[in-house]
């Protein structure tokens, strides 16, 4: 059952024809939709309340996007072998990165004429399939083929929607980070191992919302913190074990333990 927020008013009740389950049209929805509905001539077009529930809508808005999945095809200019998010089952037209970029093809030799005694997203869809696409969106990296949405990066491997990292594997959304693996949204961090949103940080592993710790183990939403151990919550701490306080000798003899 979908989420109604407060002050707004249910007008529909509908079933969604994908997965069956039971959502709802409120005021508000149909407020938006008339807001953007098209207007031609001086006559607007209603855009019709949803038949599909907001989770299943969500899916087909993520489906349109490929960020995290790389396939071999060939480059449909040089035939050449390449790494690209389209898999070499789609009817798109892809283009190597560097002949994408280049003047070897004319952006004019794909224009065609809009025929309106045809549907809009018919023509819309050859088109989309005729023009070139980009293989992949990435640019100045050493080493690093396997990379999706990543600049100026050097000696990675599958990293997504990161810049100036190195020497970093499986990590996603990392800025200016080193030797990180399995990681989320990581920020001048360095080796650091299946974290999420984490900040100038060095040697974490299975931590979360951290800024500025060091030589932790399963932390949450810690700051200023080195040598704790299954803490929660912490500021300016260390040598904690489970939010509690020890002195070094003692840490050190109970992480042995770890």
Known sequence: ?????????????????????????????????????????????????????????????????????????????????IISIYSPDKPFTVYDQKVWWSDDWSPFDYSSDFDFSRPFFEQFRELMEKVPLLSLNAWNNENSEYVQQTWYSKNCYLIFASDYCQDCYYVDHAFQSKNCIDCTETKDCEYCMNCIDIVNSYNLCESEFCKNCRDCRYIFDCENCHNCILCSWLRNKKFCIQNEQYTEFEYRKKRENF
């Open 1 to 81: 059952m979908s989420f109604i927020p407060p002050n707004e008013k249910i007008i529909e009740k509908k079933i969604c024809r994908i997965s069956g389950q039971e959502f709802f049209v409120t005021d508000r929805d149909l407020e938006f939709y008339d807001k953007i509905s098209p207007l031609f001539a001086g006559q607007k077009y209603l855009i019709p309340s949803p038949a599909l529930c907001p989770d299943e809508r969500q899916r087909r808005r993520l489906a349109f996007r490929n960020e995290r999945k790389l396939y071999h095809r060939k480059c449909d200019k040089t035939g050449n072998q």
